[in-house]
């Protein structure tokens, strides 16, 4: 175990590391400049953050992956319909309420809006969106259909935000989705998924293994659309800009930060544990070794992702926000600056390593972990430069979101039904702890750099954990779609092989 660690150590700064540099770099030109206290904050808070990413991928191997798989295998195997729907309901439900990705992006907007509304209407989706996954794993429903018929509702409930006036709240309302789906409950979200489709499905249909991430993602945007139709909003937003500050007393803002952090990934991880101890005990039945195995692993995720949390509050999202303001008087290069970011962001995140890590295994190696990562890569970093010109040339959102979706939705009829459901799986991990710890503060502050108002930032500034979530889904399309093309000329090929070889055999003859 001592030697994984120490390869998951050395996994956690390599992912970490290009980011970290990436700011030191800028701080040696005149755009960028970072006190040597931001700088001693920045390169703990990195070290910090590395040893988390560590911790919390041993913990994923060792607890969530096995006890999401366990919890989803046994239930499927009671054979009953309304056991199965009533805890993925609740599983979905208490999971969400303790997801820190969820306590950041409300963090930002809490004078507006309460966090808590926000965390139990987007819980109240997850839940409702596990169901829908239970419902097409038992009528092996088309991935592809299932979109299409939640992103038509989602439009039309968008339209009625805008009529309502609430449509400043649209980029906040997408990203809600986004952020729902984070380090905590992607582990155990997609080895439930695994679990349950290693019952209901067949060897052959390995596409019913991934698409949950994608459907959680839909559904809690539905909801919260649902909300902002009854949002009663005058214009009037105060960015509380204090959440954007590293304080100057290291050692109060580093316990302030590790306190919070541990908050809320000890609530999260209790939900999980609990909801799995009462399927073990009613169903499961592990032996002692086996749990105490398991609890290791709980601890391992615990520690891990506490210091990652506290990592990227403690530094990560004030110098972001620094950035962007800073980056705004030029354009050209912050633009430059907002793909490199969005790039190497998908090394930092946690449970893109557990996404690609699954899908590698489900596939049997057939999709490649490099080819994943260079996709996750080319879209995480278009994202943020879609969400910059936005912000530069002031335009809705949806005006980048429809067209995105369409094309997703249409490739997605045509590909190979596996890459549906990673593609949508992979815009939802993609946009997590980090893209709201740090992508979406940066944001903000390229807003604040370019003296937009308070209410002009809530409108420009969110929305860009939104775009994370759609473009890295073309971008895996177009792998299937290039891959569809490949299989198709192998096999042309290989017939017209055939063929000149009968002839040769004829003629002979």
């Not at 109240?124 to 419902?135: D, N, P, S, T, Y």
């Not at 949950?212 to 649902?226: N, R």
Request: charged fraction near 10%.
């Amino acid at each position: 175990m001592f030697k994984s660690l120490l390869l998951k150590l050395k996994d956690g700064f390599i992912s970490i590391l290009p980011i970290y540099l990436i700011i030191l770099i800028l701080n040696f030109t005149p755009y960028i400049n970072l006190t040597n206290y931001e700088i001693l904050v920045l390169t703990f808070s990195t070290i910090l953050g590395a040893i988390g990413l560590a911790l919390f991928n041993m913990g994923s191997d060792l607890a969530m992956t096995p006890m999401g798989k366990l919890s989803g295998r046994h239930l499927t195997k009671q054979g009953k319909m309304y056991i199965l729907v009533i805890f993925v309901f609740i599983l979905g439900f208490f999971i969400t309420l303790a997801e820190p990705n969820l306590a950041i992006l409300g963090s930002q907007i809490k004078n507006l809006l309460s966090p808590t509304l926000i965390t139990i209407s987007v819980a109240f989706g997850v839940g409702l969106a596990f169901i829908l996954l239970v419902i097409r794993q038992i009528h092996k429903t088309s991935l592809a259909q299932i979109f299409l018929f939640l992103y038509a509702l989602a439009f039309a409930l968008t339209t009625l935000v805008i009529y309502t006036g609430s449509s400043d709240f649209l980029g906040f309302i997408y990203d809600s989705g986004g952020v729902t789906t984070g380090p905590v409950t992607v582990p155990f979200m997609m080895a439930i998924c695994i679990g349950i489709s290693n019952v209901l499905a067949k060897k052959s249909e390995k596409d019913l293994s991934f698409g949950l991430i994608g459907i959680v993602c839909i559904v809690s945007i539905i909801v919260m659309l649902f909300l902002g139709i009854f949002i009663n909003y005058d214009g009037n937003f105060t960015l509380d800009k204090s959440l954007y500050e590293i304080d100057n007393n290291f050692g109060l803002a580093l316990l302030n930060n590790l306190w919070s952090s541990i908050k809320s990934v000890f609530l999260s991880l209790l939900l999980i544990s609990l909801f799995f101890l009462i399927i073990n005990f009613i169903f499961i039945k592990l032996p002692k070794k086996k749990l105490e195995s398991l609890a290791i692993g709980v601890l391992y995720s615990f520690f891990g992702l506490t210091f990652f949390l506290t990592a990227v509050n403690l530094a990560y999202m004030p110098i972001a926000y620094k950035m962007g303001g800073e980056l705004a008087n030029s354009k050209t290069l912050l633009i430059i600056i907002s793909f490199i970011i969005g790039a190497v962001s998908v090394f930092a995140e946690p449970a893109v390593h557990v996404l690609i890590k699954q899908v590698n295994e489900i596939t049997n190696g057939i999709i490649k972990k490099r080819v994943m990562l260079i996709g996750l890569i080319g879209g995480v970093g278009l994202s943020i430069v879609l969400a910059i010109l936005r912000i530069i040339y002031d335009f809705e959102i949806m005006f980048i979101l429809v067209p995105a979706l369409i094309i997703a939705l249409g490739i997605s009829f045509f590909i190979p039904k596996i890459y549906v459901g990673i593609a949508f799986d992979s815009g939802g991990v993609a946009a997590g702890a980090l893209t709201s710890g740090f992508v979406l503060p940066f944001s903000i502050g390229v807003c604040i750099g370019m003296n937009y108002l308070d209410s002009e930032t809530l409108k420009l500034g969110f929305g860009v954990v939104a775009l994370v979530s759609i473009t890295p889904v073309i971008v895996i399309e177009i792998i299937g779609l290039v891959a569809l093309i490949k299989d198709k000329i192998a096999v042309k090929r290989q017939v017209e092989k055939m063929v000149q070889a009968s002839d040769e055999i004829i003629i002979k003859f």
